[in-house]
């Protein structure tokens, strides 16, 4: 009975040992036929390096002053110089590459111009005026490097305390300044843009831009074609045809042109005709200080103002931002078409309504 016993289990222990090496075989040959494609390998992807992106709008840099953009990113510290606005000093030179053009009275119902100069400094500039107290207190607060030849007596307070960087025509008529002979003093001081950077030099200045103005800019002209239609604007100083500005807005350029006394303003040094995306005319309070009819002028209260750009005009104000004179609308600041602006500064008690005239 034993042996019977261990003969079938001897058996089954063979049947065992062959079912599971048949198993084993066909699990091996299920393994060999597995496709190539299922296979899982662990494979190292090597990125390819971004390439440079091409320039487009993105990489583009708005300038400070004029909102124009540009592939190079400028960031020169602003020139603001005094130029001579007699009419024995015209035409100006340096004036066509100014971002924006200040036009002040001076005394004796004669203006000057602050040139500020950002995005480009001219080879010339002049002819070099004598400063004023609020020509300084600009200079200040858009801490610009300020350029002048001469000065009132607050002015000379204020650069002999070094309230701005500066260089004065004063102290180095004849080296920095040159005289042309072609004109008499005191309608005939210039100053090279070489020689601005030279000043900037001896006096420690830095060249780099420490303040951005709070400007705002239009994308394209035709997003700013919104107001009273513009197209040929009168501006008055006061009754001489010799400060009486003229500006007619050509749709071809886009820009508006400036004419006194029926002559074109154009630049001595390039021969270049003034070309301006934005005509902009504020309100001040003018006190006059002294016999000479020098003037005081509030530039930091703020006022009425009235914006004229791609053929069209808006009344609007305007308010000191942070040191700049910025044209404000709703509470925020108005938007300019990209390009140059001239700047006109009336006293309030002519008014715009007096002094600004303006036709389709």
């Known amino acids: 009975m034993i042996g019977k016993k261990r003969g079938w289990l001897l058996g089954l222990a063979i049947m065992l ?15 060999e036929n597995v496709p190539e494609s299922e296979e899982i390998e ?18 583009l840099y708005r300038a400070p002053f004029t909102g124009v953009l540009t592939e190079e990113e400028k960031w020169a510290r602003p020139v603001l110089a005094t130029i001579n606005n007699h009419p024995h000093a015209r035409p100006q030179s340096g004036i066509s590459q100014a971002d924006i053009v200040y036009e002040f009275m001076a005394e004796g119902n004669v203006t000057r111009f602050l040139a500020l100069f950002q995005s480009e400094l001219p080879e010339t500039v002049g002819p070099i005026r004598s400063a004023r107290d609020y020509f300084i207190h600009l200079a200040k607060g858009m801490d610009a490097f300020y350029v002048a030849h001469g000065y ?7 650069l002999a305390n070094r309230f701005v960087e500066n260089v004065n025509g004063m102290q180095y008529d004849g080296t920095l300044f040159k005289r042309s002979t072609d004109r008499k003093a005191p309608h005939n001081s210039y100053i090279t843009g070489e020689n601005i950077n030279i ?10 831009i420490a303040k951005v103005p709070p400007f705002a800019f239009h994308e394209t ?48 040094a390039n021969g270049e005709q003034v070309g301006l995306s934005n005509i902009i005319v504020m309100e ?23 914006l004229f750009k791609a053929g ?49």
């Open 17 to 31: 040992l062959l079912l599971s090496a048949c198993s084993k075989k066909e699990k091996a040959g299920a393994e």
């Open 42 to 59: 662990e494979v190292e992807i090597e990125e390819e390096p971004e390439e440079e992106p091409e320039v487009d709008g993105s990489l």
């Open 152 to 158: 009132s007596p607050d002015a000379q307070k204020l």
């Open 199 to 208: 000043a900037m030099e001896k006096v420690g200045a830095s060249d780099e």
């Open 221 to 268: 002209v035709e997003d700013a074609k919104i107001g009273d239609s513009a197209s040929m604007i009168v501006v008055r100083f006061s009754s001489s045809q010799d400060f009486i500005n003229t500006f007619s807005y050509d749709p071809e350029s886009e820009t508006y042109n400036r004419m006194v006394n029926s002559i074109l303003t154009v630049d001595k």
């Open 284 to 306: 001040a309070d003018h006190r006059t200080i002294d016999n000479v009819g020098r003037q005081s002028v509030d530039i930091e209260r703020g006022g009425k103002a009235i």
């Open 312 to 360: 069209v005009a808006k009344e609007l104000e305007w308010k000191n931002v942070e040191g700049f004179l910025v044209p404000m609308e709703n509470g925020v600041p108005a938007k300019l078409v990209p390009g140059k602006t001239w700047i006109h500064i009336i006293p309030t008690y002519s008014g715009i309504a007096k002094s600004v005239t303006y036709t389709p």
